[in-house]
């Protein structure tokens, strides 16, 4: 196949009538005055136009890329290499959250040194947030950016989605990040508009909320705008036709979810707790379709994404691109020796006074930002711009404890084995019906030690695959009886680099694939069989939870699409 | 420890209220104030959880014989009689329904054995999260807060692996809060 990044992306022209020359894809560019053109760059830049509208792949790329790759909906289209790979964790808190304690510069200044290249701050949405937090961190923010040049650090919140879980939403850095936040914060916070049940306005409110984002970046007052949910399963209220319904509210903004939440220290024996914090039982806000199952975590990951054939598989096999990521959740960290400060006022002031050296925490339940869980995103440029583009386009692996250093999964017609070139993490893969299609694997494997002091080794790495089926009827359902694990390939060696081949032959019919990797501490047999996952990741038990002792890294999907 | 196969019949009453109270803990709450102390032999109270017209917990309430103690109970108000009926047919079918007072219950504490769980109260299957079954040898870690569910017409405890060695019930007293450190 062969062709350059300069392909001309003739996606499906945006639906409806009246859209202005700027949005209306049967308009070339030739044909646009400078002002729509700057203004159609922008929106296709932003991942805004075309595939960017769609909240599936099917619905992208069009017939003449009868042997291309193609990026999913959205991210900064269809870039196959050259990717600096960038570690980050786009969920942490400072002590402009109620339930937190550290310094932004605190945050930071470990992050960096825990070897992040971005964070996100996200204190938690509440009437004293909006009031004065959303505004006062501003200023420790931007000073943290000049302090620490080397790492980029967004302004966002935890979102209290009205019906719903949390969810993270941050913004580009720029004149309007504060009252662009502050805007959304006061008008959808679930926890401000008193909006936390889960009745169908709500529900709506939470589209609302996702839609102003969007409108916030078509209308220039910041760069970019992105929603993940947070710890999606731990309390069952996230259900399946609300994950659906986010999505399709603006595809350019609600990405993806939590795939393993924070609070990884939880279920060690100081706390005594579960891993993640989850030990929640059913409520009546909960979606009464969720076993119990998916109440707790399984190998330190949320149920929705550990599963094989679970949520996260069924929204795939729609062919609706749902990433994943994985983050500290960062409030109050294990073995950390400080407290929050004394004698604060959070309600008058927003935030608590600054941590003072205090006694041993051994029964907190976190860890620093890029201590434990990294979020790995392909960006084209260390920039505030790419990585937002790389968690859009999808490009992005998950891991634990350093279990790899580094990843390139890449689905390929088969015998291509050029560096650029293949499909990468979140994209797509258009063929020729009957064309052979391989995915390559290729591993660094870890060669310095983690943060406790250990050479993770890497057992296995799985390869899965399911059918794409398109769309289903029902909303909330959250199964794919065709997704299993199709390959396991035990890892030999220790130390250097690891590649494996699979191949899916002649291809007629849509599927996607996805990779996980293990330690191979710990497994049991998956939740749908042991036909679908022989050696899925095992439950989390309660109070002996050793997070360093059970490993793994999830990869977000790739869809082929035969033609 | 005294061995004893409760006896749970089918039920004589099954009495279905819904009071609109907003978490299993208010309406446990509700049951120890209000039906514990009417002091009704073989007792099976439940609640469930019911999304319409609002979100909220339900509550049955079955004895085996005939009584009039059940009648000073308030009445459900109209807008809840749906789901209070809901709850009595659940109860009454043992489709669903989280028992909270059953026979045998308090003899639940301390660390005990599957086979003595079973052979000391109403709970008649003891299952591991993710689906196995558990031997009557395992021992079981009662933390004295021991809630089963009706499923397919069994009282089902689920229960999952617990740091002593044991396993515990699924269901903990205090879960972590929302947003409390976290």
């Known amino acids: ?563 | 420890m005294v061995l004893r196969q409760p006896h749970l019949g089918p039920a004589a009453v099954i009495l279905g209220l819904s009071l609109g109270h907003r978490t299993v803990r208010e309406a446990e709450h509700w049951l120890a104030a209000h039906v514990v102390p009417l002091d009704l032999a073989d007792l099976v109270a439940c609640t469930h959880l019911v999304a319409a017209p609002y979100p909220h917990v339900a509550l049955s309430v079955a004895v085996p014989a005939a009584t009039d103690r059940l009648a000073g109970l308030p009445s459900t108000p109209p807008e809840l009689r749906t789901a209070a009926e809901r709850a009595a047919a659940e109860h009454g079918e043992r489709r669903s329904g989280r028992a909270v007072r059953y026979p045998g219950v308090d003899r639940l504490v301390g660390r005990l054995t599957v086979g003595e769980v079973l052979a000391n109260s109403a709970i008649e299957r003891v299952v591991v999260l993710g689906g196995a079954t558990a031997g009557p040898e395992l021992p079981l870690d009662t933390r004295d807060f021991v809630r089963p569910q009706w499923r397919d017409g069994e009282l089902v405890l689920v229960v999952m692996p617990h740091h002593t060695g044991a396993v515990a019930p699924f269901e903990v007293a205090d879960p972590t809060p929302c947003c409390a450190d976290h």
């Open chain 1, 1 to 563: 196949m062969g062709h350059g990044h300069a392909h001309h992306h003739d996606h499906d022209p945006a639906a409806g009538g009246d859209v202005p020359p700027a949005l209306d894809l049967g308009v070339p560019d030739a044909e646009l005055a400078p002002g729509d053109l700057s203004r159609r760059g922008f929106l296709r830049n932003a991942g805004l136009l075309g595939a960017g509208a769609a909240a599936t792949v099917l619905t992208s790329g069009t017939a003449a890329h009868a042997a291309g790759h193609d990026h999913g909906p959205g991210g900064d289209h269809g870039r196959t290499g050259e990717f600096q790979w960038l570690a980050g964790d786009h969920h942490i808190h400072t002590q402009y959250s109620s339930d937190a304690m550290y310094r932004v510069v605190d945050q930071a200044r470990h992050a960096q040194a825990y070897g992040l290249d971005w964070m996100v701050v996200t204190d938690h949405g509440s009437v004293a947030h909006a009031k004065i937090g959303v505004d006062k961190v501003n200023p420790d923010i931007v000073a943290a950016r000049a302090q620490l040049k080397d790492l980029l650090i967004y302004q966002g919140l935890e979102w209290n989605i009205p019906a719903a879980e949390h969810a993270t939403v941050f913004v580009h850095p720029g004149r309007n990040e504060v009252a662009v936040l502050k805007e959304f914060e006061n008008a959808f916070d679930g926890s401000v508009k008193n909006a936390g049940d889960s009745t169908p306005a709500n529900e709506a409110l939470a589209i609302a909320g996702i839609k102003f984002l969007g409108e916030a970046v078509r209308k220039r007052r910041v760069e970019g705008a992105l929603f993940l949910a947070n710890h999606p399963a731990r309390r069952g209220i996230d259900s399946p036709h609300e994950i659906r319904a986010w999505r399709d509210a603006d595809p350019s903004v609600a990405i993806g979810m939590e795939g393993a939440p924070g609070h990884q220290a939880a279920g060690l024996p100081g706390g005594g707790r579960n891993r993640g914090y989850y030990d929640n039982s059913p409520s009546a806000a909960s979606f009464p379709g969720y076993p119990l199952e998916s109440y707790r975590t399984w190998g330190g990951f949320d149920w929705m994404t550990s599963t094989v054939g679970g949520l996260w598989d069924s929204l795939l096999a729609e062919g609706r691109a749902w990433w994943i990521s994985a983050n500290s959740d960062s409030h109050v960290n294990y073995l950390d020796t400080s407290q929050r400060g004394p004698d604060s006022n959070f309600d008058l002031n927003g935030k608590h006074n600054d941590p003072v050296y205090g006694p041993l925490l051994s029964t907190a339940g976190d860890y620093w930002p890029g201590q434990y869980s990294r979020t790995h995103v392909g960006a084209s440029s260390f920039s505030y711009r790419s990585v937002m583009d790389g968690l859009r386009a999808g490009r992005v692996w998950v891991d634990h404890a350093g279990l790899i250093k580094a990843l390139d999964v890449r689905a390929r017609i088969a015998g291509d084995r050029r560096r650029e070139s293949g499909t990468p993490l979140g994209g797509v893969l258009r063929v020729k019906r009957g064309t052979r299609v391989e995915v390559t694997i290729d591993i660094d494997l870890a060669d310095t030690p983690n943060w406790s002091q250990f050479v993770p080794t890497l057992a296995r790495v799985d390869v899965i695959a399911g059918r794409v089926t398109g769309p289903v009827a029902d909303k909330d359902a959250f199964t794919a009886p065709d997704t299993k694990v199709v390959k396991s390939f035990e890892v030999a060696k220790g130390t250097g680099k690891v590649s494996f081949t699979y191949s899916f032959g002649r291809v007629d019919e849509p599927f996607y694939l996805r990779v996980r990797g293990t330690d191979g501490k710990r497994s049991q047999p998956g939740l749908m069989g042991a036909a679908v996952d022989p050696f899925g990741p095992a439950l989390d038990v309660t109070g002996a939870a050793d997070p360093w002792e059970d490993l793994w890294f999830y990869a977000n999907p790739i869809w082929v699409l035969p033609q």
